[in-house]
């Protein structure tokens, strides 16, 4: 059954003017030292609780105690292009936004809506020491992090505790380069920290909650705005690692039974077949995250992880 849509998409042309020279991005300065925190929603055009986090910033004249705040939405052109009828169309127009982000597609000769968004972009992103890409997940799994394993990320995700599941990445996304991985943000001597928080199914109102939550809570943590009194304390965090990531290669991609996220599987277990390939566990207590919806060829198939 399709998923209900609690919150939709909402006219955005309001933002459109921003105050960098770059339309859908505002920025604010504090006049006093401290970190340049950037909050980015619309990544992908579909995952809305990012524009609600976004919007209830603008909305409520947020303005940072300390250090500078930018408020971006990415996808602009994407998030427009939705239908009810077709509400996970919406993610992309061409290319995946948050695949983009390393010098041979920034820097390179191909075209795209998405390309010349990621571009126009850079000097924004570029400018912001910490930055948090708010998402959401197709299937009405728990919240997660997702994150390189640099301890920077590390420290200021369990402080925060919610969501308290983490995916860490060691070696990267494994398909492509995302938003929180540019530049410095990808390696070990980058100062600053670069999160997604992935908040639960697109169009729940609880997804559009906890993305705003977790924005003030990010924005509190490094100092720009004062801690939420009423937020939770944080429960027991729950850590996976990420071992492999398989890409769609065949129109009769099939999972060996429905599988929504965080399902486990025993080591050689069959998972998946990909065309002529077997997708199997590597370890026990193979756990998967973000198991496609659809079959579309060159889209991510799954994540498999174990506990850490």
């Known amino acids: ?93 061409v290319h995946n936004l948050n695949r983009i982000w390393s010098p041979e597609w920034l820097d390179g000769s191909e075209d795209s809506p998405e390309l010349r968004r990621a571009r126009i972009l850079r ?12 998402h959401s997940t197709s299937q009405p799994v728990v919240p997660f992090w997702v994150y390189p394993s640099f301890e920077r990320n590390a420290r ?20 492509g380069t995302p938003l929180i991985q540019y530049g410095s943000h990808g390696g070990p001597d980058g100062k600053g920290v670069a999160m997604v928080v992935e908040c639960g199914q697109h169009f729940l109102r609880s997804a559009s909650d906890l993305a ?14 004062d801690k939420d009194p009423a937020a939770p304390a944080p429960e027991p965090q729950r850590r996976f690692k990420l071992l492999q990531t398989h890409v769609i290669q065949s129109e009769d991609f099939a999972f060996v039974r429905p599988l929504i996220g965080f399902e486990t599987f025993a080591k050689g277990e069959l998972i998946a077949t990909n065309g002529p390939d077997e997708i199997r566990a590597p370890v026990d207590d193979c756990t998967v995250f973000m198991p496609a919806q659809r079959v579309i060829v060159g889209r991510e198939a799954l994540y498999l992880t174990q506990p850490i």
Do not use: W
Request: aromatic share 8%.
């Open 1 to 93: 059954s399709p998923p209900a849509l609690e919150v939709l998409p909402r006219d955005l042309s309001a933002y459109r003017q921003g105050n960098v020279g770059v339309d859908y991005v505002h920025r604010f300065e504090s006049g006093k030292p401290g970190p340049h925190v950037l909050i980015n929603a619309l990544t992908h055009g579909n995952e809305i609780c990012g524009m609600t986090a976004a919007t209830h910033l603008l909305d409520h004249g947020v303005r940072p105690k300390i250090g500078t705040l930018t408020v971006s939405f990415a996808n602009i052109d994407a998030y427009e292009s939705f239908t009810e009828a077709a509400p996970y169309d919406s993610r992309q127009i």
């Open 123 to 134: 000097p924004v992103v570029d400018a912001a020491d910490h930055i948090l890409d708010i």
């Open 156 to 175: 200021v995700a369990m402080a925060i505790g919610r969501p308290p599941v983490h995916l860490v990445m060691p070696d990267g996304l494994g398909s």
């Open 212 to 225: 705003t939550a977790v924005t003030y809570d990010f924005l509190a943590y490094f100092g720009l705005v």
